[in-house]
């Protein structure tokens, strides 16, 4: 243990007693002995204080932090990473929905330490019952970030899992805040900036599980507004330059905003509502791409192209304006 680095396990809590118990039991678990793991409540009210306070008593590794108040979701992430041990090392993101599985630290660190350029370690994730993050090489660990963050950007692959990741705790006290407060994406943002100049690690294997329920922001807001969609264009404006020349970049974008008109149509004709236009709206405005009329003209051709082959999801859309 004590040629083992320090590793601080975060987890930021609002309401998280449903799974908590199972979260802190997986790092208990680790294979890996020093690490420390850092629980911040953001002003929980329901059973979440006292769990934490049962299970700081019994492991002393486990510190526990409470917000005064409520703070705003990545605020409250912020707040957590700044809470770890000046001598930690690495630092594994871990919400309070999820859990690791008993080697998922020590292969991480494993690859960190044998590769001084890595960053962050990513690896396969086992989302409800999908196993999330394929398509790298498997003949390979450690990538360059322009490796992971072009593909990604294209809509290739997708082997980042933010929230399942490990990160050099030298670059989280680099960056205050960590997180762009810009973003509910913020984690997706904090890595574009990190592979920007340094090189990503992953564990071809699975070493997380993260929960899918109706109570979590990526059901609640993430995919009922579909934030990626505003977020993403405006991540691909600021970031893309940085991995892209310019006339790849600008493709990439017209290919982007071909599908976001798309979803506006589709989203007009289900009946998804005037919120749901206005957010997207105002990103498009944001990132000065506004559709012209010729724009969605083409957008709704090709949505009548697709029901055209796929009957079905012409079904699809009518159910679900009936149910708007």
Request: with cysteine; glycine share 6%.
């Amino acid at each position: 243990m004590a040629e083992q680095p320090l590793v601080s396990v975060v987890t930021p809590v609002y309401n998280g007693a449903r799974y908590l118990d199972e979260c802190i039991e997986s790092v208990l678990s680790q294979d890996y002995e020093n690490l420390e793991h850092v629980i911040l409540d953001n002003a929980s009210t329901d059973a979440t204080p006292g769990i934490l306070g049962e299970f700081a008593r019994r492991d002393p590794r486990i510190r526990v932090f409470r917000n005064p108040e409520t703070l705003w979701v990545i605020d409250n992430w912020n707040r957590a990473l700044e809470l770890i041990s000046p001598h930690s090392r690495y630092c594994r993101i871990l919400h309070a929905d999820d859990a690791i599985y008993p080697d998922a630290i020590a292969a991480a660190v494993a690859l960190a330490e044998g590769s001084p350029s890595v960053g962050i370690v990513g690896g396969l994730r086992l989302r409800g019952d999908h196993v999330e993050c394929r398509g790298l090489p498997s003949t390979r660990s450690v990538f360059s970030g322009a490796e992971v963050i072009r593909p990604f950007l294209k809509g290739e692959i997708y082997a980042l899992a933010p929230t399942s990741m490990l990160v050099r705790s030298d670059l989280v006290r680099a960056r205050q805040p960590f997180y762009p407060r810009q973003y509910l994406h913020a984690d997706l943002a904090a890595c574009f900036e990190i592979l920007a100049q340094h090189d990503y690690g992953f564990v071809h294997q699975v070493l997380s599980f993260s929960r899918k329920h109706a109570d979590s922001i990526t059901t609640t807001v993430a995919q009922r507004k579909q934030t990626i969609r505003r977020e993403g264009l405006l991540m691909l404006q600021q970031y893309g330059p940085r991995f892209f020349p310019l006339d790849e970049l600008a493709e990439i974008e017209r290919a982007t905003l071909r599908r976001y008109y798309r979803l506006l149509v589709r989203s007009f004709v289900t009946g998804r509502g005037r919120e749901f236009l206005s957010y997207h709206i105002d990103g498009l405005r944001d990132a000065n791409r506004l559709p012209s009329i010729l724009d969605l003209l083409v957008a709704l051709a090709g949505e009548l192209a697709e029901s055209a082959v796929a009957p079905g999801k012409v079904i699809r859309h009518l159910r679900a304006r009936l149910r708007h």
